[in-house]
Each structure stands twice: as structure tokens, then as C-alpha cells.
């Protein structure tokens, strides 16, 4: 069993680091790949080792159809010579309950479904933990998540099914439908909430990006993305932590039963459900 990671990457340098640690652990470092959108010395010191495409940054104009359009075609590239791609965002970490799946790559080798979602968490800083050390895992040094149907996204694919939105579309161009699974014990961990300081940096990027004045660029959790930060912790401030196995097992079966396909374009997705619980991590979150 032969599987990948892509990711792409502008200036995120704290996640960046998280997610090659994360991947290499489970897949390699020689199975990485990591577009980064413009030169950038930098990633390449953390992502050494793994496989680092530069894409030209001269123009932003359509930044997120061309952006999801390349993706989809490396990923489709990339199936001629791996049986499985996991296409992450470089903030994205996916983990699978060791007494569900063994690990990563045993879960997918017995997953037969062409497309894979996850459950999504957005892990969070609380204010009575400690900055970042540099060079530890977020699962050391951060506890607690909110459910949410956000980040509950297709991640993995077995066959040329193309993500996007945060799904996948599920019909081939000569109609033939691909099939996607949706697994208890799966889990997008989000980092963006994780790291205060570096997401102060990440925000700044973000809101120049969104108000380059050209057409084609993410909305407004970009272009506001201080307002959309402070929302969030004021939100996860007002939850009570919910139990770890009731939480999952409610978010599980909200989520799965109000899945969205779009006739249109064929691209199944979450509902989009934001704040679905808030728990404390399982201990084997650390060893993920």
C-alpha cells in the first residue's frame, strides 16, 4: 500500500511544521508534497527531505478555482504511482482512534470507499495554556476542540475523484459515480485556532490576500479574519465541555444524516455546523 500527502502552503510556517512532522510519522518524508505559492527559503528548511513544487505568485486573480483546478490534477498525477492521496490543508492533521484503525495507513488499506470525510475538530488554545514551544507537537501542548461540521472534510482519495469545497465530487465524467465513506473514529484535527501567535501572523497575510482587489479570492474569513478569530473564542468560551464519546457519537450522526449534494456540480459536502460540542482530547491524540 503506497500512499501520499499534498499540501500547499504561503508563509504558514508554524503549521507547515506540524503537518510535515505529522505526515512523515505516518507516511515518509520522501511521500510528502508541498507546493509553495511563491519562493520561500524558509519552507524550504522545514519541509526538507520532502517533495517542494514552487508555483508562481505574480498574479492572484481566480487564486482559489486555479488553485483547487492544479491541486486536482497532481492529485490525479500523483494516483498513477500511489494508491492513496491524502490532500490536506497544511493547518490540517489527520488522526484515527488507534482502537478503531491501528493507525493511518492500516485504515486505509481496508477502506474499499474511493473518498474519505473526516470529523472535524478545531483544536484551540485555552488561556490558561502555555505558548508553543518551538518544534513539539500541538497534541503536547493543546487539550481541548470544538466539533464542527466545517472542517468535517473529504481528505483522501483511492480513484480521480476531485475535492473541493471541503468534498468531493462524486460523478465521473461518463457518469459513472464514485463512492465515499464516512468512518466512526476519524478525525480533521484544525490547527488554525491552536497557536494564538501564529495565527497573528497567518491573519495578516490572509487579510492582505483577501483585499488584493482582484476577482476570484476566498470571502470574508479572510478578509475579516480578526473578527472571525475573536467570534470563534468567544463562541468556544461560552460551551461546556461535553464528554469525549457522547460528543463524537451525537456530532457523528448530526453531521451524517444532513450531508449536502449540490445537483449541480455533483459535490457532496458536511453541513456546516460550526459549533457542535466542545471536548477534551483522548490521551491518544499525543501519540497521533
Keep these: 500500500m503506497k500512499i501520499c500527502a499534498i499540501t500547499m502552503v504561503y508563509r504558514d510556517y508554524w503549521a ?3 503537518w510535515i512532522r505529522h505526515y512523515s510519522k505516518h507516511l515518509g518524508i520522501g511521500n510528502l508534497y508541498v507546493m509553495v505559492h511563491g519562493p520561500d527559503e524558509k519552507v524550504n528548511e522545514i519541509a526538507a527531505g520532502a517533495n517542494i513544487w514552487t508555483i508562481p505568485r505574480d498574479s492572484l486573480e481566480g487564486f482559489d478555482k486555479r488553485r483547487y ?3 486536482n490534477q497532481f492529485q490525479s498525477g500523483l494516483l498513477q504511482f500511489y494508491d492513496w492521496v491524502i490532500r ?3 493547518d490540517e492533521l489527520i488522526c484515527v482512534d488507534p482502537d478503531l484503525h491501528g493507525s493511518l495507513d492500516r485504515f486505509l488499506s481496508q477502506t474499499s470507499d474511493e473518498a474519505v470525510f473526516a470529523t472535524g475538530l478545531n483544536v484551540f488554545e485555552q488561556a490558561d495554556e502555555q505558548e508553543m514551544p518551538e518544534g513539539v507537537s500541538v497534541f503536547d501542548c493543546r487539550a481541548a476542540a470544538v466539533i464542527t461540521g466545517n472542517y468535517s472534510k473529504a481528505w483522501a482519495v483511492k480513484a480521480d475523484a476531485p475535492l473541493m469545497r471541503h ?3 462524486l460523478t465521473t465524467p461518463g457518469g459513472k459515480p464514485y463512492s465515499y465513506s464516512f468512518p466512526h473514529g476519524v478525525y480533521l484535527a484544525h490547527l488554525k485556532f491552536a497557536n494564538i501567535d501564529a495565527l ?3 491573519n495578516v497575510t490572509r487579510k492582505e490576500v483577501a ?3 482582484v476577482s476570484g479570492l476566498p470571502g470574508w474569513g479572510w478578509k475579516r479574519a480578526d473578527d472571525h478569530t475573536k467570534k470563534f473564542f468567544i463562541e468556544a468560551e461560552t460551551l461546556n465541555f461535553t464528554p469525549w464519546t457522547d460528543a463524537v457519537a451525537n456530532a457523528f ?6 450531508m449536502k449534494y449540490d445537483e449541480k456540480d455533483g459535490v457532496i459536502r458536511a453541513p456546516g455546523i460550526p459549533y457542535l460540542a466542545k471536548v477534551r482530547l483522548p490521551k491518544w491524540f499525543k501519540d497521533t
Design 69 to 71: 483546478k492544479m491541486l
Design 16 to 18: 507547515l511544521a506540524q
Design 211 to 213: 483585499r488584493a482587489g
Design 167 to 169: 468534498g468531493v465530487k
Design 253 to 258: 450522526e448530526r453531521i451524517t444524516t444532513d
Design 88 to 90: 490536506t490543508d497544511t
Design 200 to 202: 497573528a501572523d497567518v
